[in-house]
């Protein structure tokens, strides 16, 4: 019976890893079928009108709040860019899926300030672990208040995203070939797309486009949940390596290692979760921690790159410029900070500075966490719509 056991144990041992693998290969198909069928369902629900259902939403900063509030929200900005692909797919208007993309970035930062709670009981491992999740925040606030403006007067994000989606994916957008045909991804998600969009044929007009794009953001909501719990159980070992080894070696490879962790596990969240702790405890300092976060805003783009593999046809260029304008931001918002000094220095002071207010008082973790992420959005849209 012991032998047997071990036998069966072994085995387990030994086919686990690949199980988990085949089953974060199907929930990456299924995330390309989600998207898809959000593509479609908004197609039907618009009747093609993508324009005017978002008439309310010309204001970007709407948008932007759009984003920020959604993200935090739902906890996770691969699955509100992966949502925004889909939405462009449509027809949403990319002049409003910049902002939302944008407030994206902001959203998901709450994820770590949320983590650093776990320290909350002593006072100086708190006031390492909040300045070291908050860091990320202050980063990602002051990106968007410096090329939030400069996008709304110069479009440098939109036009060079477009120049890339062109030059990368040009045969999309031939009007003598029929590119889709020869799409593998489309070939391959058919069946899924196909059989819930037969199963959702029974109601018709803007209700069966309703029913799609619920659909398809519930597969996203529960791909993006799963496959972080089962990469994160598969790469967590590798992942803490990664960082012991390159983190400390300097703000480029601290970059490259955040990047490399988060496309590993597809969530900045679980990033930051991950390194949050470690800076609670005093295995990693500010300077290690800063740059690390800052390569999971970068490895969290993968998401929406791979969903925009999924469209075809010629709404596809679109987006999959909105998947290459995400990792443009975040590209260009590190590469602006971090070449100027003193804006280099914003996020780690303003993030040690509310770490020494919250280690005074506890609650201003909650109000910080209301009014940032919440309270303030819900107020300019509020503002947005009443005066624009």
Do not use: C
Request: hydrophobic share 55%; charged share 10%.
């Amino acid at each position: 019976m012991e032998t047997a056991r071990k036998v069966i144990t072994g085995k387990s041992e030994q086919y686990g890893p690949a199980l988990k693998w085949a089953s974060v290969v199907a929930l990456v198909y299924l995330l390309l079928a989600a998207v898809s069928i959000i593509g479609n369902g908004f197609g039907i629900a618009t009747g093609g009108a993508a324009a005017q259902l978002f008439a309310f939403a010309t204001n970007p900063l709407i948008a932007l709040m759009i984003g920020v509030v959604a993200t935090a929200a739902i906890q996770s900005s691969s699955t509100v860019t992966s949502i925004i692909v889909g939405l462009v797919a449509g027809g949403l208007p990319i002049s409003m899926a910049i902002p939302m993309v944008m407030g994206a970035n902001i959203g998901t930062s709450l994820t770590s300030t949320i983590v650093s709670l776990g320290h909350v009981r002593d006072g100086e491992e708190f006031k390492r672990a909040f300045s070291a999740a908050t860091v990320h925040d202050s980063f990602n606030v002051l990106a968007v208040l410096l090329l939030f403006p400069i996008e709304l007067l110069f479009h440098p994000l939109e036009n060079a995203s477009l120049w890339l989606a062109g030059f990368f994916a040009a045969e999309v957008v031939s009007a003598d070939v029929d590119v889709s045909s020869f799409n593998l991804i489309s070939f391959a998600i058919a069946p899924v797309v196909n059989l819930v969009m037969w199963s959702s044929s029974i109601i018709q007009g803007i209700w069966q486009g309703i029913i799609l794009i619920i659909i398809g953001v519930g597969m996203i909501l529960f791909v993006v949940h799963t496959i972080g719990k089962i990469l994160k159980r598969l790469m967590t070992g590798r992942a803490l390596e990664i960082m012991n080894t390159a983190v400390g070696r300097g703000p480029i490879s601290g970059i490259g290692a955040g990047s490399l962790v988060t496309i590993l596990v597809q969530s900045s969240s679980t990033t930051t979760a991950l390194i949050v702790p470690m800076a609670g405890s005093g295995v990693m300092t500010m300077k290690q921690v800063y740059p690390f976060t800052l390569g999971g805003n970068i490895g969290t783009t993968v998401t929406a790159m791979l969903a925009a593999t999924a469209i075809t046809g010629p709404m596809a260029i679109l987006a999959f410029q909105i998947a290459l304008l995400h990792l443009l931001f975040n590209l260009f918002a590190i590469l602006l900070i971090f070449s100027i000094p003193l804006l280099r220095n914003i996020p780690p002071t303003v993030a040690e500075k509310m770490a020494e207010i919250t280690q005074k008082n506890k609650f201003f973790v909650g109000a910080y966490i209301l009014t940032v992420f919440f309270l303030v959005p819900l107020l300019v849209l509020g503002v947005s719509e009443l005066f624009f």
